[in-house]
């Protein structure tokens, strides 16, 4: 709790000028608000119990100062809403900016974890909701207690034992609140979760549209988002029951001051010891700190969705970054390509990978991993990236333990090419300049060329400026890779990652891309991960791995002549189709 409202605290620090001001014409504003009443009552008593023509002579000196005073008013009123709010978007846009932030840093083990609709809901819902507590929150309990102390306070110069029944009946409100303050946090903290639920569905749902529709699933897609849409609402009904009860007994005690006025006033008026001129001043205060009170009562409401949203903000700002740079890492300069993993031990959780894996490969060198899905051809070369860490033994570049390397110039000297192409929403040319940031049209152009995309780019009406749709899904298959590969043509990396670049196309696509990819890994070394065997025929070395490990290595022709695993991964693929 300490930790989370210190972290709050921290955004303000940027805006403490507009936040100080903020409170001095809330200030004014409260002060305002309490002097009119002690101004009528001031009347009451001396100016209007005058002859009608000195009331005349003063009424003009009255106008001046009150419209004064009003106008001033107004001005604070303006600055609080208008530079007040904005001062609460600049926090969201800060914590937004922070999220943003440690979501890039974060590993893919988190990603592995968490669900993007989960990690939407975190970015925009929640920060609203903390925007509006930023703004709000502390400007109307500075408002409030100005206006329920100074109430109180002057009440007590008109008549102490009336004030003190009121008090009570406050005090009592009060502890009312805080008991059901608990229950209403409670039920916010659970719409959050239902309210990340409602987007992870959506999100699945719309990702997947295309698979959907292809098996008219619709129906069950409308089943599945019903089930987290209706969790919501039942969530959403216990939150309302929490807020009624809240708010109806909060309501209760403020018809219970009305109440006590009227009859201790009553009473008091009886005794002789309150003049009934001074029980309109206290109907005057009544309205002016019960406004107040139902401001907190709304507060409370907005604390808890403003602390459920923050408590949910801060705890992925608090998670642990596991891979980052090391405090004495140094940028990898001068790549030549030289790989080495030595005695490599990797597993997710439980689930060991491979254990005291050894690979090396020289500079300009050519390797393939094949074998089984699962067996750890993939993560093999996402350690390498560092998209993981190793848990025993060193993976090396040139002699260099990439732990030592900075994570930007690793992966800037690394290029990789997926069989799951993603296109960022834009132009061709957007997303081909994605592998070198401020690249000239003409390096667009010549990496298109490379890439043996440039005519295809050029029959377009838009050319290079078409817009490619969400992910690409204007193009087709060829196309997108093709796309991919020119991105990596232009980022220019020594060392080239295929992770089944081709095995998703159909054959004259694959034809064209096997063309590009043959240019691209030409002077650099290249690690290919293939399920099609007719790609790494001729590799310089092909490595079989499965869920045991390495269980062959050589070139192409040599683990044919060993006919073992390769072997017979080759003729079931080419010569064995009709015996399977």
Do not use: W
């Not at 959050?192 to 529709?213: E, F, H, P, Y």
């Not at 699933?217 to 309302?240: G, H, L, P, Q, T």
């Not at 670049?501 to 030409?522: F, G």
């Amino acid at each position: 709790m300490k930790h989370i409202v210190k972290s709050f605290i921290s955004y303000y620090k940027p805006y403490k000028k507009v936040f100080f001001f903020d409170l001095f014409c809330a200030t004014i504003i409260s002060i305002i608000d309490l002097a009119f009443p002690q101004v009528l009552n001031y009347l009451n008593k001396t100016l209007y119990l005058s002859s009608s023509q000195d009331i005349m002579n003063h009424l003009l000196l009255l106008a001046i100062v009150l419209l004064l005073a009003y106008i001033i008013r107004a001005l604070c009123k303006y600055y609080v809403s208008a530079q007040g709010h904005i001062m609460g978007a600049q926090m969201e846009r800060d914590m937004r900016k922070d999220l943003f932030d440690k979501y890039e840093a974060l590993s893919f083990k988190y990603y592995d974890q968490n669900n993007t609709g989960e990690m939407m809901s975190k970015l925009i819902s929640d920060l609203f909701d903390i925007s509006e507590f930023a703004h709000h929150g502390p400007e109307n309990i500075f408002i409030s207690v100005i206006k329920i102390i100074g109430s109180f306070i002057l009440l007590f110069y008109v008549h102490v034992p009336l004030t003190l029944l009121l008090m009570i009946v406050t005090l009592l409100m009060v502890v009312f609140s805080f008991t059901q303050n608990e229950k209403m946090q409670e039920t916010f903290m659970d719409n959050r979760r239902k309210i990340g639920g409602i987007n992870a569905s959506l999100q699945d749902t719309l990702a997947g549209i295309r698979v959907v529709k292809s098996f008219a699933n619709e129906d069950i897609e409308r089943e599945k988002f019903k089930v987290s849409n209706e969790k919501f609402m039942a969530s959403k009904r216990r939150n309302y029951h929490a807020m009624g009860s809240f708010q109806a007994g909060n309501n209760f005690f403020q018809g219970l001051l009305y109440v006590t006025i009227l009859i201790g006033g009553g009473y008091f008026i009886a005794q002789g010891t309150l003049e009934p001129v001074s029980l309109a001043t206290y109907a005057l205060y009544i309205n002016i700190f019960v406004a107040p009170i139902e401001v907190l009562v709304e507060f409370t409401e907005m604390l808890q969705k403003g602390y459920s949203g923050f408590k949910r903000f801060m705890e992925v700002i608090d998670t642990p970054i596991d891979i980052q740079d090391s405090e004495n890492c140094h940028d990898l300069e001068n790549v030549e390509g030289v790989i080495d993993y030595k005695h490599v031990t990797f597993g997710y959780d439980d689930d060991k990978v491979f254990d005291g894996l050894n690979i090396h490969i020289d500079k300009g060198r050519s390797v393939a991993l094949v074998g089984p899905s699962g067996g750890g051809k993939t993560t093999i070369c996402s350690l390498l990236l560092r998209f993981y860490d190793v848990d025993e033994g060193t993976i090396e570049i040139d002699g260099q333990n990439i732990k030592d390397l900075s994570l930007k110039s690793l992966r800037k000297s690394i290029g990789i090419v997926q069989q799951d192409v993603y296109l960022f929403t834009g132009s061709i040319k957007d997303n081909i300049a994605y592998g070198r940031p401020g690249a000239t049209d003409e390096e667009i152009i010549e990496a298109a060329k490379k890439a043996m995309i440039h005519d295809f780019i050029m029959s377009l009406p838009d050319q290079y400026d078409t817009y490619v749709g969400e992910r690409g899904t204007r193009l087709s298959g060829g196309q997108k890779q093709r796309i991919s590969i020119a991105r990596i043509f232009l980022k220019d990396p020594k060392i080239l990652i295929l992770d089944e670049a081709t095995s998703a196309l159909d054959n004259e696509s694959e034809r064209y891309v096997q063309k590009s990819l043959e240019a691209l890994s030409k002077n650099r070394t290249c690690i290919t991960i293939a399920h099609r065997l007719s790609t790494i025929r001729n590799a310089d070395e092909i490595i079989v791995i499965n869920e045991e490990g390495i269980k062959e290595r050589g070139t192409h022709e040599e683990l044919l002549a060993l006919n073992q695993v390769y072997a017979r991964y080759y003729q079931l693929q080419f010569e064995g189709l009709e015996d399977i």
